[in-house]
Nanobody
Framework: KVQLVESGGGSVQTGGSLRLSCVAS????????MGWFRQPPTKEREGVAG???????YYADSVKDRFTISRDNAKNTLYLQMNGLKPEDTGLYYC???????????????????????WGQGTQVTVSS
């Protein structure tokens, strides 16, 4: 079983930055596709960004050019660098793992919740205007 622990959330003002981290347990991290998701207040969870085992990223349109997803396989860690934060970015942010990474034909599937088997507990991000 894969365990995921997120950290790095907090409260910032509009235009600020935060860096989220997610550490995965075990020694099979390099075989996992990883994703970041968020759940805004009173809304359903949505995909933010995903990254393949080879490090290829995919972003939701709402965060493109502001957020950067990356992974460090040596540290079993996934990152989400968030710049230019807006109030609409507020939410509980989750990381998720697809292990072993299933075949996909479209990069957009990396932000499809249904592909992911393991989820962290979430870290809160609050952006004030």
């Amino acid at each position: 079983k894969v365990q995921l622990v997120e950290s790095g959330g907090g409260s910032v003002q509009t235009g600020g930055s935060l860096r989220l981290s997610c550490v995965a347990s075990g020694d099979t991290y390099s075989l996992m596709c990883m994703g970041w998701f968020r759940q805004p207040p009173t809304k359903e969870r949505e995909g933010v960004a995903g990254i393949s085992t080879g490090g290829h990223p995919y972003y939701a349109d709402s965060v493109k050019d502001r957020f950067t997803i990356s992974r460090d396989n040596a540290k079993n860690t996934l990152y989400l660098q968030m710049n230019g934060l807006k109030p609409e970015d507020t939410g509980l942010y989750y990381c998720a793992a697809d292990y072993p990474c299933s075949v996909y034909f479209s990069a957009s599937s990396l932000v499809d919740q249904s592909r992911y088997d393991y989820w962290g507990q979430g870290t809160q991000v609050t952006v004030s205007s």
